[in-house]
């Protein structure tokens, strides 16, 4: 059975840069979409549908989406490596509202809006602290 397998994160200073891994395991990588989604870390008892989406990948690498803009324009960065099965969120002027658990997730399906109901396999979670 497949599994996603994050690595990466930490704690890092107001402006620095993280990135973030996620191993597609036991699956082929390019049948799925992928996404990466963020929790606030005192909500982490949430439902999976409260996530936040960060960013979104089609099974190509051709279509990236950003939902919220505004929020990572010019500073985050999805890109991913189907001959390697990973899955990257580039992070970089990270500030301390960036500091959240990130999730990576797939789904077989195309994605539409890239919102966390569209997927169901999730990586476990990846904590990024971003203080002074």
């Known amino acids: 059975q497949g599994q996603l397998v994050q690595s990466g994160g930490g704690l890092v200073q107001p402006g620095g840069s993280l990135k973030l891994f996620c191993e597609v395991s036991g699956l082929r990588a390019d049948d799925y979409a992928m996404g990466w989604f963020r929790q606030d870390p005192e909500k982490e008892r949430e439902e999976k549908n409260k996530r936040k989406a960060v960013a979104c990948i089609d099974w190509s690498g051709r279509r990236t989406t950003y939902p919220d803009l505004d929020s990572v324009k010019g500073r985050f960065t999805i890109s991913r490596d189907n001959s390697k099965s990973l899955l990257y969120l580039q992070m970089d002027d990270l500030q301390p509202e960036d500091t959240a658990i990130y999730y990576c997730?797939?789904?077989?399906?195309?994605?539409?809006?890239?919102?966390?109901?569209?997927?169901?396999?999730w990586g476990q979670g990846a904590q990024v602290t971003v203080s002074a």
């Open positions: 997730a797939a789904t077989p399906r195309h994605f539409d809006e890239c919102g966390p109901r569209e997927f169901n396999r």
